[in-house]
């Protein structure tokens, strides 16, 4: 079992930085691929990125591609999602999730995922 816990939401206005972290316990998530999603109200919960459990690949959705930067620090444990040039757009709940299966090809699946964190809500405002 892995437990996941998010921290670092919260207001910011457009154009700002926030980071996220994902501090995990119960396994080393060295042995994880590991991904952000997010959900705005009434919608789904979107792929935002990934990182391969070796901490080499990683991939983004478009829509964040060139803002967010995706990092995991095996020693401490946890995942960091570094969110620059955050639009109103960005504004949803943040989720922490780790991924068993070494099958880096369904990374964007949500289904794929076993373990996930509570979230963490990102409010951009104008």
Known sequence: QVQLVESGGGLVQAGGSLRLSCAA????????AMGWFRQAPGKERDFV???SWSGGPTDYAGSVKG?????KDNAKNT?????????????????CAAKSSANWGTRLDRGSYDYWGQGTQVTVFS
């Open 25 to 32: 316990s119960g396994r080393a998530i060295s042995r994880y």
């Open 49 to 51: 990125a990934a990182i």
């Open 67 to 71: 803002r967010f930067g995706i990092s």
């Open 79 to 95: 995942v960091y999602l570094q969110m620059n040039s955050l639009k109103l757009e960005d504004t949803a709940v943040y989720y």
